[in-house]
Nanobody, 124 residues
Framework: QVQLVESGGGSVQAGGALRLSCVASGNMYSSYRMGWVRQAPGKEREGVGR???????IYADSVKGRFTVSRDNAKNALYLQMNSLEPEDTAMYYCAALLGRTYCTGNYGGYCYWGPGTQVTVSS
């Protein structure tokens, strides 16, 4: 019943910036955790950053200081501001959500809901 859709991906030069958005189909006020997960060809999935209902955030070391995760519950939206992009950031970026505190074990990060992804390509 809950659907997530990402937007804002594209191709940029190294050092550039992009802002990804994720819009949920319904009220995500009760969401405990929302985050961004990326996967590049030939690499494992990586949790980029997440934000919990209390505003607490964590980031992967590879993006800390460059990326910022935020959410707007009134707009059912999640955002990822990406600055100082590097070719290594090239990947498909997925929006994911966890409602309440019931983890969907078996899914990456325990997230229950996922968007279809948006492609980010960074050239040198």
């Amino acid at each position: 019943q809950v659907q997530l859709v990402e937007s804002g991906g594209g191709s940029v030069q190294a050092g550039g910036a992009l802002r990804l958005s994720c819009v949920a189909s319904g009220n995500m006020y009760s969401s405990y955790r929302m985050g961004w997960v990326r996967q590049a060809p030939g690499k494992e999935r990586e949790g980029v950053g997440r934000i919990d209902s209390d505003g607490r955030t964590i980031y992967a070391d590879s993006v800390k200081g460059r990326f910022t995760v935020s959410r707007d519950n009134a707009k059912n939206a999640l955002y990822l501001q990406m600055n100082s992009l590097e070719p290594e950031d090239t990947a498909m970026y997925y929006c994911a959500a966890l409602l309440g505190r019931t983890y969907c074990t078996g899914n990456y990060g325990g997230y229950c809901y996922w968007g279809p992804g948006t492609q980010v390509t960074v050239s040198s």
